[in-house]
C-alpha cells in the first residue's frame, strides 16, 4: 500500500498522512480503488494544499493538524477526485481554462457516472455523513486564475505551475524547484493507466504534455502522482520521453487505439 520510505504520521480512520519532509505532506484515500493523494506544502508565510481529495471525508481535519497556517488550495484539474474538499477552504486555485467547470459543473460527465465512481470498491468504512446517493462536487467561484508559469509563493518556498492539458483541459502540473519536487496530478502516475479516452480528454495535448514534463524542467528529484505510489523516481522521465516517441512513430495518438504500456507507465486513449 505505502512505500516504507515516507514514514505516516497519521493513520486516520480514512485519510493516510505521510511525510515526505519536514515540510511535505501526502494525505492518502487508500480505501477507495483510485487510492487518490492530495499534498500538502508547509511555507514560512502560508501553506498549499494541491487538491482536496474526493470528499468522501473532510480533508481539513488532517490539514488542521499539521500547519497553522493559512492554506491556498491549488487545482490540478476539476474532477471529482481532486475537488472533494475543496468546499472547506477560502482560497481555491484552478486553471483558467476550468474557471466554469468549478463554477458550473464538470462537463460531459453524468452524476449519475460521478457517484458510480465515487461510491464503487471502498474498502474502508466511511463517515456518516458520506451519502453516495445524494453525493455532489464542490462547485463555486475560485478566488483566482493560475496561468503557465505563475510562481506561487508560500514564504521561502515557491511553487511554479506549468499547464500540462490533455486528461483534461485546465490540468496543471506543480514545481517546487527548492525541494525538486514535481507533482503531476493525473498526468503521470505509475500502476494503472494515465487516461485520455473521455470525451474532454485530448490524446495529442496528453503526450504534448509528457514530453514537455519530460524534457524541458531541470531539477527533477521525485515525481508525486494523484494516484497509487508515492515517490516516482526521475528516471521514469526518459521511459516517458522514449513512449512519446514510439507513440507519435506508431500513430497511436488518437481516441480508441486502447492502452500502452511502457516501462513504469501506462497511458489510455
Known amino acids: ?34 487510492k487518490v493523494h492530495s499534498f500538502l506544502l508547509i511555507g514560512k508565510e502560508r501553506a498549499a494544499l494541491i487538491d482536496t481529495g474526493l470528499g468522501i471525508d473532510n480533508m481539513k481535519r488532517m490539514t488542521d493538524q499539521l ?6 488550495v491549488l487545482t490540478t484539474h476539476v474532477h471529482a477526485d481532486h475537488i472533494g474538499s475543496h468546499g472547506q477552504y477560502e482560497e481555491i486555485y484552478v486553471h483558467e481554462s476550468e474557471e466554469d467547470w ?25 463517515p456518516a455523513s458520506f451519502d453516495p446517493e445524494t453525493y455532489t462536487p464542490f462547485q463555486g467561484k475560485p478566488t483566482g486564475l493560475l496561468c503557465d508559469g505563475d510562481i506561487i509563493e508560500l514564504g521561502e518556498r515557491s511553487l511554479k505551475i506549468y499547464h500540462t492539458p490533455g486528461h483534461s483541459p485546465g490540468h496543471i502540473s506543480i514545481f517546487d524547484k527548492s525541494r525538486g519536487y514535481l507533482f503531476t496530478g493525473d498526468l503521470l502516475y505509475d500502476e494503472t493507466p494515465v487516461y485520455a479516452f473521455f470525451p474532454t480528454t485530448n490524446p495529442e495535448d496528453l503526450v504534448s504534455s509528457l514530453e514537455r514534463i519530460a524534457t ?54
Open 102 to 126: 468549478l463554477v458550473s459543473g464538470i462537463k460531459k460527465l453524468s452524476i449519475e457516472q460521478i457517484r458510480k465512481d465515487i461510491s464503487r470498491d471502498i474498502t474502508r468504512p466511511v
Open 67 to 72: 500547519t497553522d497556517l493559512p492554506i491556498i
Open 1 to 34: 500500500m505505502q512505500q516504507a520510505q515516507y514514514p505516516i504520521v497519521i493513520d486516520d480512520a480514512w485519510f493516510t498522512v505521510s511525510k515526505l519532509d519536514e515540510t511535505t505532506f501526502a494525505i492518502s484515500e487508500y480505501g477507495h480503488w483510485e
Open 216 to 269: 524541458k524542467i531541470d531539477g527533477i528529484h521525485k515525481i508525486f502522482g494523484a494516484h497509487n505510489r508515492i515517490g516516482l523516481e526521475p528516471e521514469l522521465l526518459e521511459s516517458v520521453q522514449a513512449a512519446v516517441g514510439e507513440l507519435r512513430e506508431k500513430e497511436l495518438v488518437r481516441f480508441g487505439t486502447g492502452v500502452h504500456q511502457f516501462d513504469g507507465f501506462s497511458v489510455r486513449f
